[in-house]
């Protein structure tokens, strides 16, 4: 079983739909984090999470909320979803008690999400 | 400016010869950490290597190393031996120290596409 499962895989929705993207994992880890990628590009941070308590923006959150329901899951919102945010979005964990280490962000399989 | 800059959108090489992937960095902190990830045709991201920046040695894994050269601020990834699984997309991240407090954030380059030619 994968240690951070990004449900749906895939979406394709119409424009001005909610849209929710979940994730949870199985790691231990305190910290989440939020990523899109479009094509060609390298991955942008949207939204980071310390704890269920401590969520920060990042790069890019216009557009875009998250929940951290428990320590395993932290969720992707996008209220009323526009054309331009169709991308693969990741979903990754870090351990923070390690400080500045060689711990790497462990990813997701990534959610393909389509905007109509 | 970009903090990581990776020159190479593409790359060809013939199976079973090294090649050699470019990473430049830029950043004013001394303490940072420079990563990189591969990314299959089917989009999971999976973790290859890490240099450290007080790290003495270049970093080996498997048939991956890290050309470090701290004061040119490049970190390029060497391919041995390339198989047709190699074949994928290469980033190069970086976290850097005074971002620890802001959650070990990663800033990632733009990627580039390896093909291993049979």
């Known amino acids: 079983d994968a240690d951070v499962t990004q449900t749906p895989r895939n979406r394709i929705t119409k424009t001005g739909k909610r849209i929710m993207l979940e994730c949870s994992q199985t790691k231990g880890h305190d910290r989440m984090y939020w990523y899109r990628q479009d094509p060609g590009l390298g991955l942008r941070l949207i939204y980071y999470?310390?704890?269920?308590?401590?969520?920060n923006k990042g790069e890019i959150s216009d557009g875009y909320s998250v929940s951290r329901q428990a320590q395993a899951k932290f969720s992707l919102s996008l209220e009323s979803a526009i054309p331009n945010q169709t991308a693969l979005y990741f979903c990754a964990t870090s351990d923070g008690n390690r400080g500045l280490s060689n711990q790497p962000q462990h990813f997701g399989d990534g959610t393909r999400l389509s905007i109509l | 400016a970009q903090k990581i800059t990776q020159t190479q959108p593409g790359m060809f090489v013939q199976e079973k010869e090294a090649v050699t992937l470019d990473c430049t960095y830029d950043t004013s902190d001394p303490s940072y950490g420079l990563f990189w990830y591969k990314q299959p045709s089917s989009g999971e991201m999976i973790f290859l290597i890490y240099q450290g920046s007080y790290d003495q040695q270049n970093a080996t894994e498997g048939r991956y190393s890290l050309n470090f050269q701290k004061a040119r601020k490049s970190a390029n990834l060497v391919i041995s031996a390339s198989q047709l699984g190699d074949s994928a997309m290469y980033f190069c991240?970086?976290?850097?120290?005074?971002?620890?407090?802001?959650?070990?954030?990663?800033?990632f380059g733009g990627g580039t596409r390896l093909m291993v030619k049979p």
């Open positions: 991240a970086m976290r850097e120290a005074r971002n620890n407090n802001a959650g070990n954030m990663l800033t």
């Open positions: 999470s310390f704890d269920v308590k401590d969520i």
